[in-house]
């Protein structure tokens, strides 16, 4: 056997807190605000669709927050995940760079959006909550939350936006295996949805649209709350376990990265990743380059604004202090389904204002030239969202080269791509093209 390749934890070291960078910011993070009032929201604006426990986690000041036992327990399935080094890769791109990754697709949904779906229905729970409603793209979300729903015995009832719904029937399929019920958005059953069907009986639909479909969904309901898989506090909170792992794996493997990457939708598996190493940025002086991956065809991070903006497109969600391209801004059909959101995480932005991440875009064509290398020299096929991260960290690497450079790179594989092969097919038949 030649060098060790692969680190692994064992599952006493699924930690046991999650860490806010709340606590640590140097300057604070700007509120969310009221749409009308335009004043901090307070907690019971928002506990009408989230429930308490989840609403004192997203404002909450402590460093630490406790991992539930139960939540370790569901975590146990998959947890904690590998870190390996892709020296099959390195060796293809020529690099003195080392390149690991922490594989996030190995959880029972394939991506990391379980990490924070588990405690979300954990805590709807113990909050009393019977059914939460949702909203899903390409349907990573919806199935991790069907998936946790299930396990804590909680109805699920996701919208889906309408393309995807018709055109990627398998993470519905998956869905409704773990016994979900699932619309395609815009739908009959809010007056939002019916008001889009009667200007467009083909609406395509968006995330917008069907978050704006949730949240009205969970105010007409009995005993319902709502659940949002990115963006919010309290999800890139949960997704923390992965970075906190990866520190301890780095440490196994006996290195220090010189540059971290994540690529970037609404933010969480970035966050997940980045904000454990940004702590040691701020208390311990390190200076590692973390770095958002978003597609160039919707650059929120690379070409949007700082501003306060909705969440929604119908504007019913309080204002956010976020990286936008504005609420209604319509992304165009790339493959990366799961990036393409006008805004990005509240924390993450105020962490790229100030200095302590960066941000890069790129567009599908390369992001599929480096998925299609990765896979042909590690195996594993990346959801072509992570394959963001790969194409930066092969440039990364190629620089590393051409410097003379031996550097550490680290970036997070948020998901495996086996339910996105068309995509691939797209991409090998020479048909994709940019946007
Ligand atoms: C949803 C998803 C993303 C994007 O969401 P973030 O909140 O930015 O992490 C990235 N990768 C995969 C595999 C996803 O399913």
Known sequence: MSQPTRFTLPQADIPSQWYNLLADFPEPLPPPLHPGTKQPVTPDLMTAIFPENLVMQEMSPERWIEVPEEVRDIYALWRPTPLLRAVRFEKALQTPAHIYYKYEG????????????????????????????????????????????????????????????????????????????????????????????????????????????????????????????????????????????AIQQMEMAGEEPDAIFGCCGGGSNFAGLAFPFVRKKITEQKRYRIVGVEPSACPSMTKGELRYDFGDTAMTTPLLKMYTLGHDFMPPPIHAGGLRYHGMSPMVSHALKLGLVEAQAYHQTKVFESAVLFARTEGIVPAPESAHAIAAVADAAIQAREAGQKRVLLFNLSGHGLLDLSAYETYLTGKLQDA
């Not at 804590?152 to 393309?163: A, D, K, Q, S, T």
Request: proline share 6%.
């Open 106 to 245: 190995a959880s029972p949904a394939g991506s990391h959006k379980p990490n924070t779906a588990v405690a979300q229905a954990y805590f709807n729970k113990v909050a009393g909550t019977k059914r939460l409603a949702t909203e899903t793209g390409a349907g990573q979300w919806g199935s991790s939350l069907a998936l946790a729903c299930r396990l804590f015995g909680l109805e699920c009832n996701v919208y889906m936006v309408r393309v995807s719904y018709q055109h990627k029937p398998y993470r519905r399929m998956l869905m409704h295996t773990w016994g979900a019920t699932v619309h395609p958005s815009p739908s009959d059953q809010t007056e939002f949805g019916r008001k889009m069907l009667a200007q467009d009986p083909n609406c395509p639909g968006s995330l917008g649209i069907a978050i704006s479909e949730a949240i009205e969904d969970t105010a007409k309901h009995p005993h319902t709350k709502y659940s949002l898989g990115s963006v919010l506090n309290h999800v890139c909170l949960h997704q923390t376990v992965i970075g906190q792992e």
